[in-house]
C-alpha cells in the first residue's frame, strides 16, 4: 500500500507538468516517449493507445514512466478512460498469459507489486499484445488491446534518457 500511495503522488505530480515542459524523445511504432522536468526532477514515459477497446472512450492510454534519480522504474499505469467501479478487479495480461491483477484509484490503475511489474516489464519487451480488462462504475466490463511494436526502443529510450 506505501509503494501504491508513492506511485500515486509521483505521478499525479508528473501529471501536473505543463505541456510546454514536456519534450518528445521518439515516436516508436505503437509507442511515444517523452520527457519532462518539474521541480528539479526528471521523469521519462512512453504511451500507447489502443488498438482495439470493446467501447469507445476519451483518455484510454497504457503508461510506463521512469523517475530519474529515484528507485522507481518502468512504473506500468493504465489509463482507463472512465472510472473503474470500486469493486472492479482490473488486470493486464501479455499475449495469452495468465493475467496480473491491478490496484485501481478513480480512472487510473498500477501493478501491486515490484516483482510483478519487473516481470510484466520483461514479458512486454517479448510479447506482441498487452490485454487490460476492468469494469466501470456502470458495470460494463471494458477490455482494452495495445500493441507492443516498438515496446523495446521506447524503452531504452527512456531508460537512456532517466537512468
Not at 61 to 69: D, F, Q
Not at 75 to 98: L, R
Request: proline share 2%.
Amino acid at each position: 500500500m506505501k509503494r501504491f500511495l508513492l506511485i500515486f503522488m509521483l505521478f499525479v505530480s508528473f501529471s501536473a507538468l505543463a505541456e510546454e515542459d514536456i519534450t518528445p524523445i521518439g515516436h516508436f511504432s505503437a509507442w511515444r516517449a517523452y520527457k519532462g522536468v518539474q521541480n528539479g526532477q526528471t521523469t521519462c514515459y512512453m504511451a500507447a493507445t489502443p488498438l482495439r477497446s470493446s467501447q469507445k472512450r476519451e483518455d484510454v492510454y497504457l503508461m510506463v514512466a521512469r523517475h530519474a534519480g529515484t528507485k522507481t522504474d518502468n512504473e506500468i499505469v493504465v489509463y482507463f478512460g472512465t472510472t473503474y467501479h470500486k469493486n472492479s478487479q482490473p488486470t493486464i495480461g501479455i499475449d495469452n498469459q495468465k493475467a496480473v491483477a491491478l490496484v485501481h484509484s478513480g480512472d487510473k490503475a498500477w501493478v501491486k507489486s515490484a516483482t510483478d511489474e519487473k516481470n510484466l516489464i520483461a514479458k512486454m519487451i517479448e510479447g506482441n499484445i498487452v490485454r487490460i480488462t476492468g469494469k466501470s462504475t456502470r458495470g460494463t466490463v471494458l477490455k482494452d488491446n495495445y500493441s507492443l511494436k516498438g515496446f523495446t526502443k521506447a524503452l531504452d529510450a527512456i531508460t537512456k534518457e532517466c537512468p
